[in-house]
T-cell receptor
Framework: KAGVTQTPRYLIKTRGQQVTLSCSPI?????VSWYQQTPGQGLQFLFE???????NKGNFPGRFSGRQFSNSRSEMNVSTLELGDSALYLC??????????????FGPGTRLTVL | ELKVEQNPLFLSMQEGKNYTIYCNYS?????LYWYRQDPGKSLESLFV?????AVKQEGRLMASLDTKARLSTLHITAAVHDLSATYFC?????????????FGKGTKLSVKP
């Protein structure tokens, strides 16, 4: 069974630009959660999508948004990029709502660098 | 706000030695996860602990959970170089702006010959 895939793996952008990251969950998984990982703040929750609906959102500004498609694939968008947005962005999938399942499976991440 | 504290944050061990990583959390939860992350890689699930007193073992790693003390431990037995990685504990909770998994800062383990 294929794991969680994320594209692209690496991105370099400049301040003020916007970026879209993609995540394909494990087949049959309906929940996708997004996390930001930085050396200073560690792993922080961005949002969770289930059945095309955002179920939970972390404490990030409105520049961070996401969506989920009917095939459970998810995208996150960051507009007006800032230097502090440089991070590893991880998505994780689970069978049902992450609240009620045992394990979230993480993708390889997208490394975003903002110059 | 739920806080998850791991210690130590850095651990340098010699091969063959034993050590324990501690994970304390601030509010009630009955789900505790341990993940491993190799440099530049994603998170790999190691253990899921779902009840008080739960103990799970895989190879040289053993994890336990004491929900009353709000403490989980990851014990390393006879460390080998392949165990060098960063280990995260994460506490599960239902909803909230911190999300469904609240992570500790991670323990960077280096096992030297």
């Amino acid at each position: 069974k294929a794991g969680v895939t994320q594209t692209p793996r690496y991105l370099i952008k400049t301040r003020g630009q916007q970026v879209t990251l993609s995540c394909s969950p494990i087949s049959g998984h309906r929940s996708v959660s997004w996390y930001q990982q930085t050396p200073g703040q560690g792993l922080q929750f961005l949002f969770e999508y289930f059945s095309e609906t955002q179920r939970n959102k972390g404490n990030f500004p409105g520049r961070f948004s996401g969506r989920q498609f009917s095939n459970s694939r998810s995208e996150m968008n960051v507009s007006t990029l800032e230097l502090g947005d440089s991070a590893l962005y991880l998505c994780a999938s689970s069978l049902g709502l992450a609240t009620f399942t045992d394990t979230q499976y993480f993708g390889p991440g997208t490394r975003l660098t903002v110059l | 706000e739920l806080k998850v504290e791991q210690n130590p944050l850095f651990l340098s061990m010699q091969e063959g030695k034993n050590y324990t990583i501690y994970c304390n959390y601030s509010t009630t939860s009955d789900r505790l996860y341990w993940y491993r992350q190799d440099p530049g890689k994603s998170l790999e699930s190691l253990f899921v602990l779902l009840s008080n007193g739960a103990v799970k073992q895989e190879g040289r790693l053993m994890a336990s959970l004491d929900t009353k003390a709000r403490l989980s431990t990851l014990h390393i037995t006879a460390a080998v170089h392949d165990l060098s990685a960063t280990y995260f504990c994460a506490v599960g909770r239902y909803g909230g702006s911190q999300g469904n998994l609240i992570f500790g800062k991670g323990t960077k383990l280096s096992v030297k010959p």
